[in-house]
Nanobody, 121 residues
């Protein structure tokens, strides 16, 4: 089994900052890409940012320049530093990881339960 646990969500005023964390644990052999996604009420889940195992990053246009994704491979952890938050950033933020388990030859995507981020105007 693989578990992803997010933390760090909450309520913040527009212009404020939050830092999300996601820890992957369980029978993990290796992790390829990891990322953050979000889903606002009534909308589809969308990509926020991704980071590869060697640290290459990619961002949605809507968060570029405001959000920073980082990764600690030794801890199987990723972070999302969110600055200059806007009300439209309000959503449930999900962590995802492309994991190869022990005794497996393939990578599979695993998801966390999500953490709520609410930005008030």
């Amino acid at each position: 089994q693989v578990q992803l646990v997010e933390s760090g969500g909450g309520l913040v005023q527009a212009g404020g900052s939050l830092r999300l964390s996601c820890v992957a644990s369980g029978s993990i052999s290796s992790i390829n890409d990891m990322g953050w996604y979000r889903q606002a009420p009534g909308k589809q889940r969308e990509l926020v940012a991704t980071v590869t195992s060697v640290g290459s990053t990619d961002y949605a246009a809507s968060v570029k320049g405001r959000f920073t994704i980082s990764r600690d491979n030794a801890k199987n952890t990723i972070y999302l530093q969110m600055n200059s938050l806007k009300p439209e950033d309000t959503a449930v933020y999900f962590c995802a990881a492309n994991v190869k388990r022990y005794y497996s030859v393939s990578y599979y995507w695993n998801w966390g339960q999500g953490t709520q981020v609410t930005v008030s105007s």
